[in-house]
């Protein structure tokens, strides 16, 4: 369960216990879709990142090579070899954003796989069922990803919908927990809070699913085009109405100072793939900036990635080396890369951790949050 450790005005340090272990938060997931961190790093190397917490895809595990097939290995920390947290989407953002020829009804969502056109029903029983079979630490409540912008209308009767759902949701994760092939009996459930950018349909769903005293809540359905100061308007409104005893989850987000700013307004964990996916078109995080290796200047730079990062990347391979690897088309130009800013993310959630600790996070924050995000 989640214990609040320390405060300062809206920002938190706490700690959430699994039954995987323990994840001291402010926090931040690292996001391996299909069990392994795109470019080439497995859940072995994430542990030389600082890594706390694994999150694995359910649509994408769903369609390959199958959470029945993943059940019989043993579930996902079997399966890649990683021993500590995991948590599993619903499957809702990709059924939403990826599938084809989507039909929403109150039962679930019938689409086409985006992988072979395939036709495949999902629902929150079986969202739920798919996640049990991962055997997760956490999973995800199956919801509605809606369009932004949307209209007003819709959005609510999406919410209405979203907040039954989390109800089957709960009742099926209930019933699973008690069988006894279930992998993992202790897996957690957390809903999420939908509304688009509607602060008064945000607050009324959030206060809706509160009720259900679930594990943990999340914002879904931001950073999907919105500006920044509006996500940080819905966190603002919505973060109050969060129960002060449970994990907060902002979905998707993001970059470095999305975090600094989120954490400032009370959230307690992050997942992203921009650390990954930029860093595999050479697009490097430091606390000055962010560095783009494809520039020429780099052709002779004999220096680290980062001279204040002590990551096995930085303590070994130069500049000018990793530029060579990206012209040259090398694998090893995307792991090493991927490596540095996955190190770079969990670390400063280290250095966002101690701050609090040590209250001076307003300080921090205010020291780092114009030059993090800047182009060098």
Known sequence: ????????????????????????????????????????????????VHCQVQLCNTYHLHLRPGDEVVKKLGGLHTMTRWDGPILTDSGGFQVFSLAKLRNIKEEGVTFASHIDGRRIFMGPEESIRIQSNLGSTIAMAFDECVENPATYEYAKASCARTARWLERCKAEMDRLNQLPDT????????????????????????????????????????????????????????????????????MGVGTPANILEAVRRGVDIFDCVM???????????????????????????????????????????????????????????????????????????????LALDEGRFEAFYREHIENISRRI
């Open 1 to 48: 369960m989640y214990r609040l450790i320390k405060q300062e005005g809206a920002a938190r340090r706490g700690e959430f216990t699994t039954v995987h272990g323990t994840i001291q938060m402010p926090a931040f997931m690292n996001v391996a879709t299909c069990g392994a961190i795109k470019g080439a790093v497995s859940a072995l190397d994430l542990k030389d």
């Open 275 to 353: 650390p990954t996916r930029n860093a595999r078109h050479g697009h490097i995080f430091t606390m000055e900036g962010v560095r783009n290796l494809m520039n020429a200047k780099y052709t002779l730079d004999e220096s680290p990635l980062d001279p204040e990062c002590d990551c096995p990347v930085c303590r070994n391979f130069s500049r000018a080396y990793l530029h060579h690897l990206f012209k040259s088309g090398e694998m090893l130009a995307m792991r090493l890369s991927v490596l540095h800013n996955l190190y770079f993310y969990n670390t400063l959630m280290e250095k966002i951790r």
């Open 183 to 250: 992998l993992n009996p202790h897996q957690m459930l957390w809903g999420i809070n939908q509304g688009c950018t509607f602060a008064d349909l945000r607050v009324d769903h959030m206060k809706r699913i509160r009720e259900l005293d679930l594990d943990g809540y999340a914002i879904g359905g931001l950073a999907v085009g919105e500006p920044a100061e509006v996500m940080y308007e819905i966190i603002e409104a919505v973060t109050p109405e969060m129960p002060a005893n449970r994990p907060r989850y902002l």
